[in-house]
């Protein structure tokens, strides 16, 4: 079963803050986040593990509620780069070929 | 730099015809995957490979199979295409540790007509 995701799309401007949720029913070992361009693949922003570990870019930070198996991406003082949309992926279990569930997305889309 | 790609980045088929989409990464990791990505429903992961000659079935594999001879190389098949199979099919790989990354290809967009 996916992922949920909130909100399905967002706007903002540039400067504003903006924060997306992904929220699952199963017990979760890893929350993975990755933004996609139009036209362009995924690329990947960060990974939560169960205990507290994170991995990933120094300007994105994120939560990952492992009680109740939900993260948050947030987005502070948005800039125009990044506009796109937003996939996070859910790991249950942590087998060493583990695969990801995606959620259906969120479009954020800044303006000047 | 990991580099991930994809055969085509279009194709059109007929409704029957076999069709193969190829992916070859250049980072030797052991892991592979293939999704679909349609509006609405993010990237559903159709099959994965988690070493030469390995496979698994991920959500939705029906009608699809694959196939992993060498390690750099995943590669998709549509034994009988059908118009429910038009959709962009993306490839990523990664290395044997589910903590990291997986680095996708930029997508091959099949239309089957």
């Known amino acids: 079963q996916q992922p949920v995701q909130s909100p399905q799309a967002v706007i903002l401007r540039e400067g504003e803050d903006a924060v997306i949720n992904c929220s699952s029913s199963k017990a979760l070992y890893s929350v993975h986040w990755y933004r996609q361009k139009h036209g362009e693949a995924p690329v990947f922003l960060m990974i939560l593990l169960k205990g507290g570990e994170q991995k990933g870019h120094e300007k994105i930070s994120a939560s990952f509620n492992e009680k109740k198996q939900q993260s948050s991406l947030y987005l502070t003082a948005s800039q125009l780069s990044y506009s796109g949309t937003y996939f996070c992926g859910t790991e249950v279990g942590g087998t060493s070929y583990g695969k990801l569930t995606f959620g259906q997305g969120t479009i954020l889309t800044v303006h000047p | 730099d990991v580099k991930v790609t994809q055969s085509s980045r279009y194709l059109v088929k007929r409704t029957g015809e076999k069709v193969f989409l190829e992916c070859v990464q250049d980072m030797d990791h052991e892991n592979m995957f293939w999704y679909r990505q349609d509006p609405g429903l993010g990237l559903r992961l159709i099959y994965f490979?988690?070493?030469?000659?390995?496979?698994e079935k991920g959500d939705i594999p029906e009608g699809y199979s694959v196939s992993r001879e060498k390690k750099e190389r995943f590669s998709l098949i549509l034994e009988s295409a059908s118009t429910n199979q038009t959709s962009m099919y993306l490839c990523a790989s990664r290395i044997r540790d589910s903590s990291y990354e997986q680095y996708f290809g930029p997508g091959t967009r099949l239309t089957v007509t």
């Open positions: 490979s988690y070493d030469v000659k390995m496979k």
